[in-house]
T-cell receptor, first 112, second 113 residues
């Protein structure tokens, strides 16, 4: 049982480059979300989804896009990377009615 | 939107003593309050959660209390052990987690031998 899988684990980008952070879950969870974690800031919500085809913005959505074409996958796209997007990114999923969110191991992104 | 404040930012206790971490939230509509433990290099892991229709919940050495009137909730760890050393986060949500979680900034718990 893999749970929530994030790829890649580490990534270095140049300013202005684009990339997609992948997130997949095998628990058939309805809810998925993306967070970024910066030192001293805790985790902040970027985007979330309550089901396939439905996404919404969180606290810090600027510079990021998401889509949810299947229940299993919830990719996060950086359109034009900026140094301010250097962070650790976590994907999470949870089941409707259960509440408990399961987190992936994170992607450490550095933008130079 | 929701705002969650967490205190203290660092807590050092002797092994075997108790540890208490406190959080306050701003949105009276929040109804789900989980606590997460994060070890270095790993994703957060749920250790206990509580819903707004319950005042207290306990799981072995860990307990959480919720005061809806004052809008604060606390994590209590008794008989602390070295493996309890980690960063702990509280969080809140309006829709049981459906719309994501608002996290506190974390408490670094250090268990002194």
């Amino acid at each position: 049982n893999a749970g929530v899988t994030q790829t890649p684990k580490f990534q270095v980008l140049k300013t202005g480059q684009s990339m997609t952070l992948q997130c997949a879950q095998d628990m058939n969870h309805e809810y998925m979300s993306w967070y970024r974690q910066d030192p001293g800031m805790g985790l902040r919500l970027i985007h979330y989804s309550v089901g396939a085809g439905i996404t919404d913005q969180g606290e810090v959505p600027n510079g990021y896009n998401v889509s949810r074409s299947t229940t299993e996958d919830f990719p996060l796209r950086l359109l034009s990377a900026a140094p301010s997007q250097t962070s650790v990114y976590f994907c999470a999923s949870s089941s409707k009615g259960q509440g408990q969110a399961f987190f992936g191991q994170g992607t450490r992104l550095t933008v130079v | 939107g929701e705002n969650v404040e967490q205190h203290p930012s660092t807590l050092s206790v002797q092994e075997g003593d108790s540890a208490v971490i406190k959080c306050t939230y701003s949105d009276s509509a929040s109804n789900y309050f989980p606590w997460y433990k994060q070890e270095l290099g790993k994703g957060p892991q749920l250790i206990i959660d509580i819903r707004s229709n319950v005042g207290e919940k306990k799981d072995q050495r860990i307990a959480v209390t919720l005061n809806k009137t004052a809008k604060h909730f606390s994590l209590h760890i008794t008989e602390t052990q070295p493996e309890d050393s980690a960063v702990y986060f509280c969080a809140a949500s309006r829709r049981g987690g459906a719309d994501g979680l608002t996290f506190g900034k974390g408490t670094h718990l250090i268990i002194q031998p």
